[in-house]
Structures are given as structure tokens and as C-alpha cells.
């Protein structure tokens, strides 16, 4: 059985992916949720029993998800560790928790880390796995199937996933926020918001397709660009103004947060 600690978003995107494989029945699925709101929602929509006890899921799920703030990571822990045996997996979605810090407060070593992205929510996520050497192939592929229910997994070293926080775990904000931009500039030039809207996502999407087939970035620039053309007008500018620093300073933001998150432990 899994159970989720947890019901925000992240942990409905989950479900959901479960719900739309074969391989997953509701009754097989608990989620804890303290409001009452969002516990009748879950069960309503998903078929999946609720609880307000974190350590009821605790107890009664060999597969457990945190799907809580870094921040609330360790009241959670201390709620739920004499119900962890060393028998149950335990999965973390959370941003900057170590996996020792992780194995430091439950008493089981059989602890994953992944972080996944919003686009679990359209089964388009790519999560990242980080896990303990100790793990046997018959612990970890039950962990790889749930989550690629929502998308592609990778696995990675623990080293990388401060960089994967800031890089794919952040990333859809920073991409929806240059859409909106381009949106505003769009309406700014005369088209109502609905064409630019439409106008720039699929400019993304198509853009994103082309990408997906091996062409690297800097090709697709060069093939836009003609010399002297309206795209190389704008590029200038984004050079002149900076562009690639404050994406870099953005993901190197993002990062510094994540190692902040982890030394508040």
C-alpha cells in the first residue's frame, strides 16, 4: 500500500498518474491531509481514502511519500518515526532534505529522494531519484514505477539535486514567467491577450519538440537568426540587458536556497 503525508499538489499529480495506470486500484492509495476541505476533494476525485494522522499512513503503508514543506519536514518525522520499521521505504519530494538527514531521524535506510516538477500534473514531470547504495533493484523499482507514472525518471547522485531543484524543480516558474513577459509584449503591440497567449505556448511547445529531437539550443538560435533580422535585433538586446547572467543568478539563487533548506535540518 502507499500512502502519502501530504496532499498539496505535488501529492494529487502522483495520484492522479497512479489513478491513470493499470497497475494502481484507489483502495491501494491513503493520503494524510490536516484540512477537511482537501481531504473530501482527494476522495471525491480520486477514490483514495483520507486521513488527518500522519502516522495512521505511517502505519499502515510499506511505500510512504512526504509530500510536506522542507520546513515541516522535522515535526513529520519525529509524528511518524516509531511507525517507520525497517521493513517500509520511504520516499521524500522535499526540497534541500538530505537523505542522511532523512536516515539520521527514522529507523529504516531504505529512503529516497526524488524530486519531481509541476508538470506531473499533465504527466509531463521529469523526477529525479537519489538513493542509498544499500537498496536492493526490488526496493527501488516500485519507487521508479510510481513516478513515472507523471513522467521520466533519472537517477542521480545526492551531490546534483540542490542543481536539479534549482534547474528542473524551479525551472516551470521561471519558463511561465518569460511567457508572461512575452505575453505582455505581445498585448503591448496590439493582439489581445488571448492570441498572444496562444502565440507564445506554442511557440514553447514547438520550440521544445524541436529540442527534443537532439538539436541543440545554440543550432535552433542559429537557424532562427538571419543577420541583421528582426531576431538578431532582439537577441542584441537581450545581451545588452544581461539575459544569460540573470538566468545563472537565478538557478545560483535557487541552489544557495536549497542548501539552506538542507542546513536547517
Keep these: 500500500m502507499t500512502g502519502f503525508i501530504g496532499g498539496g499538489n505535488m501529492a494529487e499529480a502522483l495520484i492522479k498518474g497512479m489513478m491513470q495506470d493499470a497497475r494502481y486500484k484507489m ?10 476541505d482537501r481531504r473530501k476533494y482527494l476522495e471525491q476525485t480520486y477514490g483514495v481514502k483520507t486521513t488527518i494522522s500522519n502516522k495512521e499512513v505511517a502505519s499502515s503503508c510499506n511505500i510512504i511519500i512526504l509530500a510536506v514543506k522542507p520546513q515541516i519536514m ?4 519525529e509524528e511518524i518515526k516509531s511507525a517507520v520499521t525497517d521493513d517500509k521505504t520511504v520516499v521524500s519530494i522535499a526540497a534541500g532534505i538530505t537523505l542522511p538527514y532523512l536516515q539520521s531521524k527514522l529507523n529504516t535506510k ?39 507514472s507523471i513522467g521520466k525518471v533519472l537517477t542521480l547522485p545526492e551531490k546534483y539535486m540542490n542543481a536539479v531543484t534549482a534547474l528542473s524543480g524551479s525551472g516551470p516558474a521561471f519558463i511561465a514567467f518569460f511567457i508572461e513577459a512575452m505575453v505582455e509584449g505581445g498585448v503591448k503591440l496590439g493582439l489581445n491577450k488571448e ?12 520550440t521544445a519538440s524541436l529540442l527534443e529531437t537532439g538539436m541543440p539550443p545554440e543550432k535552433l538560435r542559429e537557424m532562427v537568426t538571419s543577420p541583421g533580422g528582426t531576431t538578431a535585433t532582439g537577441l542584441k538586446v537581450f545581451e545588452e540587458k544581461g539575459f544569460k547572467n540573470i538566468v545563472l543568478s537565478a538557478i545560483d539563487a535557487a541552489v544557495k536556497r536549497a542548501e539552506e533548506l538542507g542546513r536547517k535540518e
Excluded at 492570441?195 to 514547438?206: C, D, P, W, Y
Aim: hydrophobic share 45%; charged share 25%; proline share 6%.
Design 27 to 36: 483502495q491501494d492509495i491513503i493520503a494524510s491531509e490536516p484540512v477537511e
Design 74 to 77: 522535522g515535526q513529520v518525522l
Design 110 to 148: 531504505k529512503i529516497i529522494r526524488v524530486m519531481p516538477n509541476t508538470p506531473a500534473l499533465v504527466r509531463e514531470a521529469v523526477s529525479v531519484m537519489s538513493l542509498c547504495e544499500c537498496l536492493e533493484e526490488k526496493d527501488i523499482n516500485p519507487i521508479r514505477e510510481i513516478f513515472m
Design 195 to 206: 492570441n498572444a497567449s496562444e502565440l507564445a505556448i506554442q511557440t514553447l511547445l514547438g
